[in-house]
């Protein structure tokens, strides 16, 4: 068999074609039950702290931090109908890249790179560990949302601003 590797992280699990970034086919089952086959540039598995970053960017929703739950947000997928998913912390959910697949990255927290070959399963499931949140006690959960994505700020129009 492959080898096996485990990694501990935080934010999110990204399987990304190689580049030059080419289609890749990913298999998704969760608890064991397929779940689909995603054709694009890749899957994100989110946490709700990671998922004001890549996962937002990709089009997936934010999620309250102390939510237990995983957020899957395909990266530019081929078929438009494949929307971002939002599921259980306490699943299982497997990620296969496609025996016809091109080669692959496995991402952790945009830090841990490992390649993955067509037939490579990854398994993402919630860690037994816990820890505490730091929260500034005068500035809330929307208030950090707020600065952090520049909700309600007018917008930044530099290119306008021209000097004659």
């Known amino acids: ?15 990304y074609g190689d580049p030059p970034l080419e289609l890749i086919d990913i298999d998704l089952a969760i608890d064991g039950e397929p779940v689909s086959t995603f054709t694009g540039d890749g899957l994100i598995l989110s946490t709700p702290i990671g998922s004001t970053a890549h996962s937002l960017s990709a089009g997936g929703p934010i999620l309250r931090q102390e939510l237990e739950a995983f957020v899957i947000t395909p990266i530019c997928a081929h078929t438009l109908t494949y929307r971002p998913l939002v599921d259980r912390a306490d699943r299982r959910y497997q990620v296969t890249l496609h025996p016809g697949a091109a ?23 919630q860690a037994p560990v816990r820890f505490q949140l730091v929260r500034h006690p005068r500035r809330g959960y929307y208030h950090t949302l707020r600065d952090k994505l520049r909700w309600g700020a007018p917008p930044n129009y530099r290119h306008e601003a021209r000097p004659q």
């Open 1 to 15: 068999g492959s080898p096996t590797a485990t990694f501990l992280g935080l934010n999110e699990v990204v399987v």
């Open 103 to 125: 080669s692959a990255m496995l991402i952790v927290d945009g830090q841990e790179r490992h390649p993955l070959r067509p037939g490579d399963v990854v398994t993402v499931r």
